[in-house]
């Protein structure tokens, strides 16, 4: 009755087939004999392709309080004072959190790298997210997107970038070869661009964005791991079991954190 899984079934087959063999007997019977046979390989192939048992995970994260002033990253030529117009903002450390998938059935080629490099974007002082999550022996395409001419290194893995210069619209490439390794690029020369680079072993993980939410989707039936990625390393205590099926609705799932759980670095 009507199409299911790519197939026509029931009465509806049959009057769509019955139509065909009608035409066949007229004027168009070459042509009509060409549908049957189309018709007749996408029953094979819905048949042979089963579908996949892929879930999603949904959430967001949530914070016990504020994290105050942001960290000294340095001193400076002065001595710092208090706004006494506006407050300080608040540190948000949302644009650092990386929600990861632990412990599932993993899928054959959800550990594979995709097929071509990953950009990541110098644009002025600041990349275009402070930190990219990747798929091990992910090639990153470090592009200068800026207008002036950029200089930069990876302190810590000098042989990806050595002070690597990068005149606008300029790229260079680096690959991420190691899991849960943070690789930190900044400009020898100027104090704010800083980007992190880190590779995980699947491609089960996302980004937080500015409101906290995450979604993970193609995630395999099974039960999960959740854990939180913050800059360089795991946030201690915080992580929640998941249960992944088919369901498409399923309540979200939330991580919360206390400011304490947050390690303030300088730089953040």
Request: proline share 10%; with cysteine; glycine share 8%.
């Amino acid at each position: 009755m009507g199409i299911r899984n790519g197939k026509i079934t029931g009465k509806s087959q049959q009057a769509f087939v019955s139509g065909l063999v009608t035409a066949a007997s007229r004027t168009q019977r070459p042509r009509v004999f060409c549908m049957l046979a189309v018709v007749a390989a996408l029953g094979v192939l819905v048949v042979s392709v089963p579908t996949a048992l892929a879930g999603f995970v949904r959430g967001q994260v949530k914070f016990d309080g504020q994290f105050g002033k942001p960290p000294k990253r340095n001193q400076g030529f002065i001595a710092r004072i208090a706004n006494p117009i506006r407050p300080v903002k608040q540190f948000d450390p949302r644009p650092y959190l990386v929600v990861v998938l632990e412990g599932g059935p993993v899928v054959p080629g959800a550990k594979n790298p995709p097929g071509r490099a990953v950009s990541y974007s110098l644009r002025g002082e600041a990349f275009s997210t402070p930190i990219l999550p990747v798929v091990v022996k992910t090639e990153v395409e470090i592009r200068n997107a800026g207008p002036s001419r950029s200089v930069l290194s990876t302190p810590g893995h000098p042989d990806l970038l050595d002070q690597i210069v990068l005149e606008p619209a300029a790229s260079n490439s680096i690959k991420v070869e190691n899991p849960f390794e943070a690789i930190i690029i900044r400009s020898p020369h100027l104090p704010h661009p800083e980007g992190r680079v880190v590779g995980f072993p699947t491609r089960y993980f996302a980004r937080v964005d500015r409101r906290g939410r995450f979604y993970i989707s193609n995630v395999p039936e099974g039960t999960w791991k959740m854990r939180l990625w913050y800059r360089d390393g795991w946030v201690e205590g915080v992580e929640q079991t998941v249960v992944v099926t088919r369901a498409r609705r399923r309540p979200e799932t939330v991580l919360r954190v206390r400011p304490n759980q947050i390690p303030k670095t300088a730089g953040n």
